[in-house]
């Protein structure tokens, strides 16, 4: 299919900024499965790199395909985390959590000298919000955090997967709220913080470094 074929060329163009050495993060979601194929590959050829996992799937390929993970009791800062994201605004500014492991990327982001961002051009927005803004919050008390939330201009709803209620690498809930357009990324990202009851959310605002799209014909940059 198409979309899978573009996500694989992005993932595999990624591949080529990790060099010998590296500590990486490494990040959720079907575009990071290509990578980290193409990265076990790299390793079976010899590339010498660790990688932390930001989620028990990602932890899962790296064991399929012999990519060595590390933990932060053994290092606090990575040289390079790579991931996907679901809405990128012309300022590099996204919208990340389809996949539900927004909270552990972020660390991982938040950790590394540089963040390299792998889309297809579908991801590509003039303005994010289109995608529901996903929010980590505490299970205890989430209808009073939702309704905080609300007041911000939004309809959260608590993610359910397969008739059950998700619930995160990390034990809480996620709320996928349609804001619909998002102009203040900055300002919406700072408001959502500062509320008590939740843990982290999918706005990873003046975070990446670059950006890699691919499209049909090529695979674009877009720098910070
Ligand atoms: O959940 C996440 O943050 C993922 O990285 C998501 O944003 C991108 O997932 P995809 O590569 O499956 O579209």
């Known amino acids: 299919r198409k979309a899978e074929q573009l996500k694989q060329i992005v993932a595999k163009e990624a591949v080529n900024y990790v060099k010998d050495g590296m500590k990486l993060g490494l990040g959720s979601g079907s575009t990071m499965y290509f990578f980290m194929k193409e990265l076990g590959e790299r390793v079976n050829n010899g590339l010498k790199i660790v990688g932390i996992p930001t989620s028990n799937k990602t932890a899962e390929w790296a064991r399929d395909f012999h990519v060595p993970l590390t933990d932060f009791s053994k290092t606090q800062e990575l040289d390079l985390a790579i991931d996907g994201a679901d809405e990128v605004d012309p300022n590099l500014q996204l919208i990340k959590g389809g996949g539900g492991a927004l909270l552990r990327e972020k660390v991982v982001a938040a950790s590394a000298k540089e963040f390299l961002v792998i889309v297809d051009e579908s991801k590509i927005v003039e ?21 905080k939330i609300a007041a911000l201009g939004c309809e959260p709803e608590r993610r359910i997967v397969n008739d059950n209620v998700y619930i995160t690498d990390n034990g809480n809930y996620i709320l996928d709220c349609k804001f619909d357009k998002i102009t203040e990324p900055e300002k919406l990202n700072n408001e959502l913080q500062s509320l008590v009851g939740v843990v982290d959310n999918g706005l990873f605002v ?11 014909e090529q695979v674009k940059v877009m720098d910070k």
């Open 127 to 147: 303005h994010l919000g289109k995608f529901p803004l996903p929010v980590e919050i505490v299970p205890f008390g989430w209808e009073v955090t939702a309704n």
């Open 206 to 216: 003046n975070m990446t470094s670059k950006v890699l799209i691919s499209n049909p």
